[in-house]
């Protein structure tokens, strides 16, 4: 192959990504995060009113149970065709790895904007929800869900 070859492809991949069914698909997992956002908020005021006093037990629990219901329903709507609605319970522990990546990005981008940048806390915290976004986004797509490949190389 030669460079100019490989350049081509490597438009197209970019091109690629930004398709409908990336759009369709970026927009589920948006979606399904706001509803665990929410999850996470309830189990959180939940765990902080009648079992814990700690704020560190009640938001990993909260944490926990959020990315738990975020896993499944990113299973069965968001990346169903490459999971095959299918729970496993290594994706499961890679997406859980992934969230703790989107928290840690997260985490350094408010700090960064905040702290660094002086920006306003709450305008630091929008870019913080994006970057992480992002990070967790691209971490489903092309790590937890990736396509999977049969021994002869064909998608399954």
């Known amino acids: 192959m030669n460079a100019g070859h490989n350049n081509v492809k490597t438009v197209q991949r970019i091109v690629g990504l930004f398709d409908r069914a990336f759009i369709v698909q970026a927009s589920r997992f948006a979606a399904i995060g706001v509803v665990n956002t929410a999850v996470d908020f309830g189990v959180f005021w939940l765990a902080i009113n009648h ?42 522990g890679t997406f859980i790895v992934a969230g703790v990546a989107g928290l840690i990005a997260n985490t350094a981008t408010l700090l960064i904007c905040a702290k660094l940048l002086l920006l306003h806390v709450l305008i630091a915290k929008v870019f913080a929800i994006g970057v992480s976004f992002l990070v967790n986004f691209s971490l489903a797509r092309f790590v937890v869900f990736r396509p999977r490949h049969s021994r002869a190389g064909a998608p399954q």
């Open 51 to 92: 079992l814990t006093s700690s704020l560190i037990f009640a938001n990993i629990v909260s944490w926990t149970v959020a990315v738990s219901g975020s896993y499944i329903l990113n299973s069965f709507i968001t990346f169903a065709a490459e999971s095959g609605q299918t729970l496993r319970l290594r994706d499961y």
